[in-house]
């Protein structure tokens, strides 16, 4: 059963979570549970398309009354899979990283600087994955990542010799080498190439040494403690036509996705009769001072604008991100309504 591509509830019922039905649930969960699964370079692209579709790049832990984010793999599946959660990068990269391993891919978890505000980050606040084992591209590598927001669509030729590599949705990608010595992934914006993230140059086609997801927990728990996470909601969810994001209370669609056409619909703007039998009437063209009665008016006023509100976004996470009411039962959007409008606004 799908909505919007996305799996609902009813179809994962009955899961093991630690037997052999795991990578069953989540192929079903991203819509690809008939492939054929020969470790081949169309399927790695499907699989990274379909959970881009089907998987939202989403912080609602940290906004449902003080969540908090394990990367233990038992709970990251019964998230993401068996609840038809999202998560950010740790999560939705650490998942897959599981289910490529589990279909016989070689999956390399990759700590990465994230470029924000003129410079790189001075922790690796993101983890991408260097994949090879491709039965039919032997001794390429492939850089694959499901978490940053909006990523490439396809897996990118792992090759540091600053080609560009253009994938299925539009977006224009090239991996370089810095001055450092590190690799760097950049892409075409607005006419130029701009630095998104910064990695250790390190001989990926071996897992000697590689670390696993647990290693990462301190990043993520640094990620989840005060940073933009904290700050306002997000949502986002891409195809190859469309991308819808969700920042706080301001739900917008862009198609085509890149360089494309923005639909902006603001979820926090009230309808006039909220305002209506909550007792904040007042003689027109008369001073007056606060009344008891008048302030608790306004307070009612404003309780009801923000269940609405509240109503509002948790409908749109259902109908475009196949996220459950149970899920945002205690939703909080405080931190999200008093937060920069300019937080997430690249996305």
């Given amino acids: 059963i799908h909505v919007h591509g996305v799996m609902t509830s009813a179809a994962a019922e009955g899961v093991d979570r630690d037997g052999s039905h795991r990578l069953e649930a989540y192929l079903a969960r991203i819509g690809l549970e008939h492939v054929e699964r020969r470790c081949s370079f169309p399927l790695l692209a499907a699989i990274v398309e379909a959970h881009l579709a089907s998987v ?10 003080g969540g908090s984010v394990s990367l233990d793999e038992t709970a990251l599946f019964d998230k993401l899979v068996l609840r038809r959660r999202g998560g950010f990068c740790f999560e939705v990269n650490g998942l897959l990283h599981a289910m490529l391993g589990e279909l016989g891919y070689q999956s390399r978890l990759v700590p990465a600087f994230v470029f924000a505000n003129g410079g790189f980050r001075p922790v690796p606040t993101h983890v991408l994955l260097v994949v090879g084992g491709v039965s039919d591209r032997p001794g390429d590598l492939f850089l694959v ?3 940053f927001g909006e990523p490439a669509l396809e897996p990118l030729l792992y090759a540091t010799d600053g080609a560009e590599q253009c994938t299925c949705e539009g977006l224009r990608s090239r991996l370089c080498i810095s001055e450092g010595g590190d690799v760097v992934l950049e892409w075409f914006q607005e006419g130029d190439w701009a630095p998104r993230l910064r990695w250790a140059d390190e001989d990926y086609g071996t897992l000697k040494g590689a670390p696993d997801l647990a290693s990462f927990q301190q990043y993520c728990d640094q990620v989840t403690a005060k940073s933009i996470f904290t700050e306002k909601l997000i949502m986002t969810r891409l195809t190859r036509h469309e991308k819808v994001t969700l920042a706080g209370t301001v739900l917008k669609t862009t198609s085509p996705r890149v360089g494309g056409t923005k639909s902006i619909l603001d979820l926090s703007a009230h309808e006039p009769d909220e305002d209506k039998g909550n007792g904040a009437s007042g003689v027109e063209g008369e001073a007056q001072p606060p009344s008891n009665e008048a302030t608790q008016g306004t307070h009612r006023v404003r309780e009801t604008r923000m269940v609405k509100c509240t109503e509002r976004v948790r409908m749109a996470m259902l109908e475009h991100f196949a996220i459950g009411m149970s899920e945002t039962e205690s939703l909080d959007l405080s ?10 606004g690249h996305l």
């Fill in 56 to 65: 939202p790049f989403e912080n609602l832990e940290l906004h449902r009354g």
């Fill in 145 to 147: 990542d499901v978490g």
């Fill in 335 to 344: 931190h999200s309504i008093r937060a920069d409008s300019g937080i997430w």
